[in-house]
């Protein structure tokens, strides 16, 4: 009884924490962990989106300068084996997105992948996540994971 | 001149009504041949009370959208003043400026003016009953010095101001005005208020917005927590394209009258589907649904966890099986609690003027 009550206590607390960090992880010359104060000295960025006539503000860090800092190749140095990688996202609730490492790059496409940890100036929090991609040029929202807690570096290339 | 000086006298009435929205949410949409005023928002209260608007004097709009349940009646279907059952259940009348169409299930019906003449005029069932007695009542309206007073106040400048037209278009006023966006979930979300919420309401907060857990946002999308229209338009990418803003949630066998939009479409694909209305004072306007065959939220969440009740080729494919533990389902509950605004329920703006007054 006593372990069932512990497991159920475990599992609450699990989802109403919210994580104070978000990891870099997988195929990665550098792993990071980055928490806000981490993410407040990389260059910081902007974006502006409008969910049913109601703006918002998004403050964070283009997701390609973290993984810049976490050794992922970029620029020039994206190109054959390192182009069969993939990001993929992942939340608190086990919800996962994936991006291609060309679709996160500027040399290749101008694209805006941000990797956010305010909103109109406040630190996000509940169902926001502390932590969340802003995608706004996808056109629906599902690739902009709330609640993010990981974001994993896989190498696809297969044997041919 | 003439021209110019009414064109001045409609500016300086239309100028005079403020929405005063909390800071962020967007303004309706309201229509250039219908705006609005201080004046004409108070006339549309008063007729929206008044129970000479039914053909036995028994019932106002106000009958079946009651200003304590937020604008809804508390009962499973609508009965009319001729005690006729409606097929369907009373919507709420909150946050109706923003719905892009309008009841259950039509997606052709956009404007509240129009809509106001259903239920006057409707006969089968009867609401209101007002059908070929429409004279008689204005009338009554053009007699009574209350009326007198605001309708030359409303519409200045015209012989008769006390037309069916002129009704429907006050009314619509009136019922633009009933916003609700201070709930403690709004205080807690965009108030700055950490401790608006409670900490369930908080857990339930993030498994209704978790597409892994609930998934609840993806039908009750937004502030509004339903699709809407505001000031500007729409967003243009649109959460729509996924789900459709109708949709066949497997409540019922959808046994005809209440085919869903299948009604106006004729569409097969369109049997069952019906509009995913505002959660905001949910926990007010029990029974549940379309036809109120779900008495409670746990009744709902309920069904919403079992991934629906009645198969149909036309379920949507949001909603599926969920695993929710009791615990979940009671924070989902005390989530959907936070959205309830109970200001809005004794505003004085929105309450009966003809209370305690007999007319």
């Known amino acids: 009884m006593r372990t069932i009550l512990l497991a159920m206590l475990l599992i609450t607390g699990l989802f109403a924490q919210e994580t104070d960090a978000v990891q870099i992880t997988g195929d990665v010359k550098q792993p990071l962990t980055l928490s806000a104060a981490d993410l407040a000295k990389y260059p910081r960025a902007t974006v502006r989106t409008t969910s049913n006539g109601m703006e918002t503000v998004y403050e964070g860090v ?25 990001v993929l996202a992942m939340a608190q609730d086990g919800y996962q997105v ?57 190498q696809l290339r297969k044997a041919q | 001149m003439k021209e110019a000086i009414l064109f001045v006298a409609v500016t300086a009435l239309a100028a005079d009504f403020e929405w005063n929205l909390p800071k962020g949410f967007p303004k309706p949409v309201v229509p250039a041949d219908n705006p609005m005023s201080a004046a004409k928002v108070e006339l549309g209260r008063y ?210 009258p209440n085919r869903g939009i299948y009604e106006f479409t004729g569409q097969p694909q369109d049997i069952g589907k019906f509009r995913a209305p505002t959660l905001r004072n949910i926990e007010l306007t029990a029974p549940y649904m379309h036809d109120g065959s779900m008495a409670t939220l746990e009744d709902v969440i309920a069904h919403y966890a079992a991934g629906g009740k009645y198969p149909h080729a036309n379920q949507s494919k949001v909603i599926r099986p969920l695993q929710l533990s009791q615990q979940d389902r009671r924070d989902l509950i005390e989530f959907l609690k936070s959205l309830t605004d109970r200001d809005m329920l004794r505003d004085p703006r929105w309450s009966d003027p003809w209370a305690g007054k007999p007319h």
């Not at chain 2, 949709?247 to 005809?256: D, K, M, P």
């Open chain 2, 47 to 256: 007729l929206f009370y008044d129970k000479r608007i039914s053909v036995n004097g028994k019932q106002s709009c106000g009958s079946c959208h009651r200003q304590e349940l937020a604008f809804t009646d508390g009962l499973a279907r609508a009965a009319g003043t001729t005690g006729e059952l409606h097929p369907r259940s009373s919507m709420s009348l909150v946050n109706v400026a923003y719905a892009p169409t309008l009841t259950w299930a039509n997606p052709t019906l956009t404007s509240l003016e129009e809509q106001a003449l259903g239920p006057l005029l409707n006969t089968a069932p009867v609401e209101l009953g007002l059908k070929g007695r429409e004279e008689v009542f204005l009338g009554e309206l053009r007699r009574d010095p209350v009326y007198q007073q605001l309708f030359k106040k409303v519409y200045p400048g015209t012989a008769n101001p006390f037309t069916l037209g002129n009704v429907t278009k006050t009314l619509a006023a009136f019922e633009r005005t009933i916003i609700s966006m201070r709930s403690p979930y709004d205080r807690y979300r965009w108030g700055g208020e950490p401790d608006a919420l409670s900490p369930a309401a908080k857990r339930g907060e993030l498994i209704f917005f978790s597409s892994e857990r609930g998934g609840c946002f993806q039908c009750h999308e937004g502030w509004n927590f339903s699709e809407i229209r505001y000031e500007g338009g729409h967003d243009g990418p649109d959460d729509r394209a996924m789900t459709g803003a109708f949709l066949n949630t497997g409540v019922s066998h959808y046994a005809a």
């Open chain 1, 62 to 86: 283009w997701l390609h300068e973290v993984l810049k800092k976490a050794g992922v190749p970029q620029g020039g140095e994206l190109r054959g084996k390192a182009l069969s990688s993939y």
């Open chain 1, 98 to 154: 994936l991006f291609s490492l060309g679709e996160l790059d500027p040399a290749f496409i101008d694209n805006q992948i941000l990797l956010a940890d305010t909103a109109n100036g406040k630190p996000m929090f509940g169902a926001q996540g502390r932590f969340r991609l802003v995608v706004p040029k996808d056109k629906p929202g599902a690739r902009s994971v709330r609640m993010l807690t990981k974001i994993e570096v896989v």
